[in-house]
């Protein structure tokens, strides 16, 4: 089955540490993008990559950093100077950076207590 | 500064008669415009787009409106049923294709009763 997986789908930690989120996709897919979605604030764009070994900053990237060293993976590390790192967090990618339709993983909430 | 605006956060509307979502968007070099569907703690899924060169856009019981002088963009769902409840998110994207990440609205919560 082709497709786009997060894991895991709950994920609790304190306040002050570091935690990563992972986001596989085996679609064949160049691009990948993070999202946090928080409610009444819908979807906002932390970091994306539209090749290997290279990623840009989105909008909220600020308390998160990214990795791509492989086509299909695109893990999210938020870590302990992002303010408020509750949230469901959203991986996509789609087959080409020029492609319009973006493809989403099921997510993960992340509580950090 | 929201590019891409919903001001409904949320609409009710009776099994069986038409629901329509609203998207205003305030960059004129956008081009491609996607309605996607989420429900609670899933992924969005795509539902039905847009290019800029059309108006209108039809899939079976979902039309997506674009009146590009306005930047004004609208989603008819018909008849509408239990199982369209749902968040629906309006994206665009543009400055001449696909290389540019979608911007999202912040969604509409669409309530169909039975």
């Known amino acids: 089955d082709g497709g786009i997986t997060q894991s895991p789908k709950y994920l609790f930690r304190k306040e002050g540490q570091n935690v990563t989120l992972s986001c596989e996709q085996n679609l064949n897919h160049d691009a990948m993008y993070w999202y946090r979605q928080d409610p009444g604030q819908g979807l906002r764009l932390i970091y994306y990559s539209q090749i290997v070994n290279d990623f840009q900053k989105g909008d909220i990237a600020e308390g998160y950093s990214v990795s791509r060293e492989k086509k299909e993976s695109f893990p999210l590390t938020v870590t302990s100077a992002q303010k408020n790192p509750t949230a469901f967090y959203l991986c996509?990618?789609?087959?080409?950076?020029?492609?319009?339709?973006?493809?989403f993983g099921p997510g993960t909430r992340l509580t950090v207590t | 500064d929201q590019q891409v605006k919903q001001n409904s956060p949320s609409l009710s509307v009776q099994e069986g008669r038409i629901s329509i979502l609203n998207c205003d968007y305030t960059?004129?070099?956008?081009?491609?415009f996607l309605w996607y569907k989420k429900y609670p703690a899933e992924g969005p899924t795509f539902l039905i787009s847009i290019s800029s060169i059309k108006d209108k856009n039809e899939d079976g019981r979902f039309t997506v409106f674009l009146n590009k002088s306005a930047k004004h963009l609208s989603l008819h769902i018909v008849p509408s049923q239990p199982g369209d409840s749902a968040v629906y998110f309006c994206?665009?994207?543009?400055?001449?294709?696909?290389?540019?990440?979608?911007?999202f609205g912040k969604g509409t919560r669409l309530s169909v009763i039975a």
């Open positions: 960059n004129s070099m956008f081009d491609y």
């Open positions: 996509a990618s789609k087959p080409r950076a020029r492609d319009y339709e973006q493809y």
């Open positions: 994206a665009a994207s543009g400055v001449g294709s696909g290389n540019t990440p979608l911007v």
